[in-house]
Structure formats: structure tokens, C-alpha cells
């Protein structure tokens, strides 16, 4: 029996900002797999970590990653735990120095980042959009930030507010840069950039795996208390195993890559990525019964953030939207509204969907 058939409305599409939907292809590699990985008889859940059998996974993952995303061989690519949110303080720790840094704040997870840095000494501001409520990204040429800073720190993509920056940027310090909801979803430079973050859970895979990408000259500028655990540079010289990484995660992102090369690579999901976003923002603007007040030039391709004019039908669209096996289009709890998240894994099947239940929807309670 299909578990699903007594399920009453079961789940078509997630729009779930993370943890998020993964390719169905991938989940059905981990569900063969789950059991008997390679005619080891084990699953990867059981296998250590040093074992020539996680080994070569690791190996491979690392490969793949590297070749989607172009990583140069002057970065070192960590695998870690933590989540972005443990970056806020590992950055300063690692790369502040006795100097001082900037940081660009364009919504509430750059924000947050910010404050989390405040424990540091000299944490600046380098321009910030919160007294527009974020629906427009402070103008790379408007970032204010010093030669001498350690580094000057943005967020590539609010994943609440639903802004995002498209251009690399052109500074000749070291940027740092939090990419936990766009990294996969488009082609980057990433030359442009000395460290670049993201935690697995939206773009990537499971949650528990955060993704560090640093530039070699940027590791042991460490402050001398960092605990080893969160040491760029003592887990660079230890593939990530200065303690046990979280292996089932790694394992999942690995399947994940493979997916993404097995279509041809980041050009070919961004291509679909800008095809289902461009769907979607299209039928908002032309109706006079949702919005989105992002300013077009810096609106997300990952979230999508949209509001009823009509506030008080909010909550019966999140209702009658599960009821269609459409799920988790409530709003960010800060902001309320309503908001989809269509990642990498989400097909445009989905944002079809959507559409057509929001036509209906509106059909109905206009
Ligand atoms: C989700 C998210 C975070 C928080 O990530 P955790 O893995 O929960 O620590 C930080 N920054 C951005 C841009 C996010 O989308």
C-alpha cells in the first residue's frame, strides 16, 4: 500500500522556506540506498566516517561541488554544523583580526547578523535598508566600508523580506558573504568573494550541514581562543573532520549535486529558476487582488513574498491552499503575508499550481 493513500490532503508542492522540498529524484536514490549503500549491506547512516566507504561519498561531494560552482583551487571548501547563524560569530572570530569590519543590512537575516557580531569590537554599518522595511537593497555603490576594514560582510538573499542582490560585487576587500538561500540557484563569480556561507537546508539538502567556501590567504587570521571545531583553517587541514561531521547530510547534498550536474549544471537551473520566478511575478502585478512591493531589481528568485490587499483573507488562503496539497505559504511570523519559496527542487508544475489556486481563490473571494 501507498503510505500516502490514507493521508487525507497530502502534500503536492512545498513552499516551505527550509528545510524545504528535495528533487523527488534524489529522494528516491536516498530511499533505495537507504538500507544497502553500494552492496555494502550498511546505510550510510551507520558508517563511520574515516571508512573507506564514507570516504569515497565525501570525496565525490566535494568534486561535484566544485565543479558546479566553478570554486577556483585557491579555496578551501568546509563542511560544517551549526547553521549560517553560528557564521555570524565565527566570521569575526576568524577573520576580524585587530582591525575592523563593514556590514551591509538589507533584511532581518543580515540584521540579525549584525547584532550577532556586536560581542566583536568595531562592527560597522555599511548601509542599511531597514527604515524603507527592506523592500529595496542598499546600492552597492552606496556601501560605505574602509580599505582597512578585515572585511565588509552582506547577505546575497533575504530569505524573509525577499530581496536579493544579482551582481557579484567589485570591492577590493575581502567579502563574506551569507548565501544560504541562493547558493546552487544561479551562476556565481566566485572569485569575487573571500568566504562564502550557507546552511544546507534550503538549497542544498538536510538541515544540520553548513557549507563554508574560503579563500586560502583568509585562513589563520583566527583569534588565538577559537575553538578548534571552529577553525577554518584547522578544519581545512582536516577535511572537515576535526570532529565528526554530520555524514547523512553530507551524504544527501552529495545526491543533490549529482542531480543538478546531471541536468547540465547552475546555467541550467538558472535558466528555470528565472522562468518559474518570472511566472509567478507576473501574475502578482497583474492582479488587483495580491502584491508584492519589492522593487523589481532586487525581487528574490528563491522567495517570494506576496500579500492579499484584502489582509483578513490571509489565514483562510494558508487554510484553503493546504486543502489544494499546496503547503506552507503562510509568511515569515515577522512580516505575515503570505510567501512562496520555490528553490531549486521545486518543479514549475508547482508554480502552476499556485497560480491556478490563486486564481481560483480570488475567483472566490473577491
Ligand atoms: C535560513 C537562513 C539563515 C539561518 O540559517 P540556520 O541554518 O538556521 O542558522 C541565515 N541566513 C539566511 C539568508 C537564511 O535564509
Known amino acids: 500500500m501507498n503510505p500516502l493513500d490514507s493521508v487525507k490532503n497530502p502534500c503536492k508542492y512545498n513552499f516551505s522556506a527550509g528545510p524545504s522540498m528535495l528533487p523527488k529524484e534524489v529522494m528516491t536514490i536516498a530511499h533505495q540506498e537507504f538500507l544497502n549503500w553500494n552492496n555494502t549491506g550498511m546505510s550510510v547512516l551507520e558508517m563511520s566516517h574515516r571508512g573507506k566507504e564514507f570516504m569515497s561519498i565525501f570525496k565525490n561531494v566535494e568534486k561535484n561541488l566544485r565543479d558546479l560552482l566553478h570554486v577556483p583551487s585557491n579555496y578551501k571548501i568546509l563542511f560544517l554544523q551549526g547553521g549560517a547563524i553560528t557564521q555570524n560569530f565565527m ?30 569590537k568595531n562592527i560597522k554599518i555599511a548601509a542599511t535598508s531597514e527604515s524603507n522595511n527592506y523592500i529595496k537593497a542598499p546600492n552597492q555603490n552606496e556601501w560605505v566600508y574602509s580599505e582597512d576594514d578585515s572585511y565588509i560582510h552582506f547577505c546575497q538573499n533575504e530569505t524573509i523580506h525577499g530581496v536579493e542582490y544579482f551582481d557579484d560585487p567589485k570591492i577590493n576587500i575581502p567579502v563574506v ?57 584547522i578544519q581545512a587541514e582536516n577535511d572537515s573532520m576535526i570532529n565528526t561531521p554530520t555524514t547523512y547530510s ?58 492579499i490587499i484584502n489582509d483578513d483573507l490571509t489565514m483562510k488562503f494558508v487554510e484553503e491552499a493546504e486543502n489544494a496539497g499546496l503547503y506552507q505559504l503562510k509568511g ?17 508544475e508547482g508554480v502552476e499550481a499556485l497560480i491556478n489556486f490563486m486564481i481560483e481563490f480570488e475567483t472566490k473571494f473577491k
Not at 213 to 225: A, F, M, P
Request: glycine share 8%.
Open 91 to 120: 566570521v569575526p572570530m576568524n577573520l576580524l583580526g585587530n582591525k575592523s569590519a563593514s556590514y551591509v543590512v538589507s533584511g532581518y537575516w543580515s540584521k540579525r547578523t549584525y547584532d550577532d557580531a556586536q560581542v566583536f
Open 177 to 233: 558573504v551569507d548565501m544560504s538561500s541562493t547558493i546552487l540557484s544561479r551562476q556565481i563569480d566566485i572569485s569575487k568573494y573571500g568566504v562564502i556561507y550557507a546552511g544546507a537546508q534550503k538549497n542544498i539538502g538536510p538541515a544540520g550541514l553548513t557549507i563554508v567556501i574560503v579563500r586560502d590567504d583568509l585562513l589563520g587570521l583566527n583569534q588565538k581562543q577559537t575553538p578548534t571545531t571552529h577553525n577554518w583553517k
Open 250 to 307: 553530507i551524504y544527501m547534498a552529495g545526491l543533490v549535486f549529482e542531480w543538478l550536474l546531471k541536468m547540465g549544471g547552475l546555467k541550467v537551473i538558472e535558466e528555470k529558476n528565472k522562468i518559474k520566478s518570472k511566472l509567478l511575478y507576473e501574475f502578482i502585478d497583474q492582479s488587483n487582488f495580491y502584491y508584492n512591493d519589492i522593487d523589481p531589481i532586487n525581487r528574490s528568485r528563491m522567495n517570494i513574498p506576496f500579500r
Open 332 to 348: 515569515h511570523r515577522l512580516v505575515g503575508g503570505l510567501r512562496a519559496s520555490i528553490y531549486n527542487a521545486m518543479p514549475i
